[in-house]
């Protein structure tokens, strides 16, 4: 009779410590969100990539793959700025619209949600910082194209770093502002070029790296999007409280737009390469939450033949626009069993917000309809 007792008091004990490990797992929540865009790139770009890469792709790598749903409030097809302000706000909204509802109100972002817990944050991008999707995470605006307003929104929000094109619309402005002047007022170090980006300098960073676009990797982008990541990274994780980030592939979109698949190919190639440094940390850490994404697909890439041993394939794109595909989903890290399957894009922003454990308030934000 001890015996059964000793034997059931055993099962007891380990079932309670097995439990209290899956609570644990459950519970856990992410201290840092890298949130990874390519901008255009559904399925078809992805492989067209694995295709004709010599190695796997570091995207390969993910256990955790779901699909989202891209339409915009107002349109089957959704543009940029709508996507961007879905995944930012959880709100669908109105094509051309930056983080504003449909009734042009100003919808509260991840990032501003992280700059109220204290958390460090950042954008990346290879357009314009400017451009529909960074903006989506830091600007309100009811057309996309607003660049000058979108500069101004910048400095209502105390981000910590931010890297991209879009110095012009800082300091050649109608309304004759230097806005250079008031991020150096806020304490930013302004630095031109990525490589002239000190990781060791205190405060914060506005880092420009074109004056309007940055070139594409076919004329001499260089690694800049993958050396971004990292240095972004190396900034943002000194705040002990943690972190969101969110870097962009833009240029995987105007491939699209092109129609031109070396273009499509090398701009999907180089945002992998960004992704395999997020990766490298994120394993490294094991506190932070990475999500691999797209706002859209453009272009109806096909492919419609190919050859694995000589790594060449055949296209055909059907438009020069975007399509309604869903595009792909990778996670890894606290929270990423979450974005297995298949959802609206808003979706995103919820899984995002529980990941942190960060709780919805009403947002102050003003109606752009009334400007």
Not at 183 to 209: C, H, M, P, S, W
Not at 217 to 234: C, H, V, Y
Not at 271 to 288: I, M
């Amino acid at each position: 009779m001890k015996r059964i007792i000793i034997v059931l008091a055993v099962f007891a004990l380990l079932f309670s410590c097995k439990q209290d490990q899956t609570n644990q797992i459950q519970t856990q929540k992410a201290k840092n969100i890298i949130l990874m865009i390519g901008d255009g790139m559904g399925v078809s770009q992805l492989y067209a990539a694995m295709s004709v890469s010599e190695k796997p792709l570091h995207m390969e790598k993910f256990k955790v793959v779901g699909l989202q749903k891209t339409y915009s409030a107002s349109d089957y097809i959704t543009d940029s700025g709508a996507a961007g302000t879905a995944i930012a706000t959880g709100v669908k909204t109105n094509n051309q619209s930056i983080s504003v509802d449909t009734a042009g109100n100003a919808v509260k972002t991840i990032l501003e949600y992280a700059e109220e817990y204290k958390l460090a944050t950042g954008l990346v991008s290879t357009s314009s910082i400017l451009h529909a999707t960074p903006a989506s995470f830091i600007a309100h605006e009811l057309h996309r194209n607003n660049y000058e307003n979108i500069a101004r929104d910048f400095l209502d929000v105390d981000i910590d770093l931010f890297i991209g094109g879009g110095r012009k619309h800082f300091v050649q402005r109608e309304d004759g502002l230097n806005l250079l002047d008031s991020l150096r007022q806020r304490k930013y170090n302004i630095v031109n070029g990525i490589e002239n980006l000190n990781t060791r300098n205190d405060g914060k960073y506005a880092v420009f790296t074109a004056e309007g676009h940055n070139p594409e990797i076919l004329n001499g982008r260089g690694d800049m999007l993958p050396q971004s990541t990292q240095k972004a990274i190396e900034i943002l994780k000194k705040n002990d409280t943690g972190f969101f980030l969110m870097v962009e592939g833009s240029q995987i979109d105007w491939a699209g737009h092109d129609n031109d698949i070396d273009y499509v190919i090398t701009e999907t190639i180089d945002f992998d390469n960004a992704v395999a440094k997020a990766l490298e940390f994120a394993k490294a850490d094991g506190e932070t939450l990475l999500i691999v994404t797209s706002d859209h697909e453009t272009g109806g890439l096909t492919i419609v033949e190919g050859n694995m041993e000589t790594r060449t394939i055949e296209t055909h794109f059907s438009t020069e626009h975007h399509t309604s595909n869903m595009v792909p989903v990778f996670a890894y890290g606290p929270g990423a069993e979450e974005f297995g399957g298949i959802y609206e894009n808003t979706d995103i922003f919820e899984k995002m917000m529980k990941a942190f454990g960060f709780e919805k308030k009403v947002f102050s934000g003003h109606n752009q309809a009334d400007n």
